[in-house]
């Protein structure tokens, strides 16, 4: 027995190497000799000095030093590089010169060096940077670049990144599925239902259409084929739906008068400190909706609600509707109601031209060291 231990015991070995990702990073080789500029070792030296400064005040910030030194790094290279023309082989010789002063430093490869310029090239203003940008890791701020032409959309994913606590591969799927043109756009009356305040609030939470992608390309024609097909994938259900949302329930039993009613989804929203009633249909929207939406919406209120509770909201989930339709319907209830489109795939896909080759998370990190990439 104890030799066939001793056998296999190789074999564990070799499967663990197998499987484990190899993260050594190869210092680069010495390029070969170029004309460098004649102002290249004064600024050199000024640059390993700001690096120098930086060392401690990263180990003890972490990311937000990191970003910006990457930044400023990145600043100075565009710099040169417009006074001088400094072209590749300058950013080689840079990278080398770097790992040698600091060889225990990661993140210096001429490729990162290129994205510290592409980066303060997308980003000039650095009180942006150090708001907003510097609040998310280094691949997250490389997905916004690559994926994102428009400024105005790489804030806004920026902020939403930071507040949703979004990682940087669900940072890149909320991009291609384009969330930033789905939100604010679902039909409610909240303006009339709810206080300003709430009412603010409660239309930025929700989005139009929803992308239910995790159900296949085959959308369910049947309510409660949809409804499992949420239950069975909640966790992606909870993304989509957004940040704030918890799930209650399906199904849920109200007893009115002598009758029993059960809804089909019952959320609760932290923010909002609300109920959320969901109710689903395979088919377009129709008026009637509405009303039977708005009694579950009572029915909620007077059975399950604390009295530290706000009124409950109904979201309703349809495969097509009539906007105006929608607004005349929703114009005849004082309940706070919106009405959303779902969808199995978009319609329009990111643009080809958005698309960027980013590297894996694994080549970053082994760039990176240990530092967070998430």
């Known amino acids: 027995m104890s030799s066939n231990k001793k056998s296999l015991t190789p074999l564990k070995s070799e499967r663990k190497q197998r499987g484990r990702v190899d993260r050594t ?33 990263i180990v003890i910030t972490s990311n937000t030093a990191m970003i910006l ?55 000039p203003n650095h009180e942006i940077v150090q708001k907003a940008l510097a609040q998310l890791s280094w ?10 032409k428009s400024t105005e959309h790489r804030l806004w994913y920026a902020e939403k990144a930071y507040e949703h606590g979004w990682s940087g591969n669900i940072l890149a799927i909320q991009i291609e599925t384009q969330a930033h043109a789905r939100f604010v756009k679902a039909p409610n009356n909240f303006p009339a239902t709810l206080p300003p305040l709430d009412s603010d609030h409660a239309t930025q939470i929700f989005k139009d259409p929803y992308l239910f992608d995790f159900l296949g390309t085959d959308a369910p024609r049947r309510e409660r084929e949809l409804e499992n097909g949420l239950v069975e994938h909640v966790q992606k259900f909870l993304l989509e739906l957004g940040q704030g949302f918890a799930f209650v329930g399906r199904q849920i039993l109200l007893e009115l008068g002598d009758q029993d009613y059960r809804l089909d989804l019952l959320f609760y929203h932290l923010k909002l400190r609300r109920y959320v009633v969901i109710e689903l249909k395979a088919r377009a929207f129709e008026p009637g909706d509405g009303v039977q939406l708005g009694m579950y ?38 309940r706070p109601i919106t009405v959303a489109e779902w969808e199995t795939q978009l319609t329009q896909s990111l643009p080809d031209n958005l698309k960027g080759s980013l590297p894996s998370v694994e080549e970053i990190e082994a760039e990176l060291g240990t530092q967070p990439l998430e």
């Open 25 to 57: 990073v190869m210092f680069p080789v010495p390029p070969p000799k170029i004309e460098l500029p004649e102002d290249y070792p004064n600024w050199l030296a000024d640059l390993k000095h700001r690096i120098q400064s930086e060392r401690l005040r």
């Open 69 to 123: 030194l990457y930044w400023d790094i990145g600043q100075r290279i565009l710099e040169k590089q417009k006074a001088q023309g400094w072209g590749a082989k300058i950013i080689d010789r840079l990278s080398f010169d770097l790992h040698e002063q600091f060889p225990e430093m990661r993140g210096f490869s001429p490729r990162n060096l290129k994205y510290m310029r592409a980066f303060a090239a997308a980003w």
């Open 139 to 148: 691949y997250q701020n490389l997905v916004l670049l690559q994926k994102l």
């Open 297 to 334: 919406m009572h029915a909620v209120d007077k059975l399950l609600c604390h009295p530290d509770d706000k009124p409950t909201i109904g979201l309703l989930l349809v495969r097509e509707k009539n906007r105006v339709l929608v607004e005349y319907a929703l114009g005849d209830t004082n």
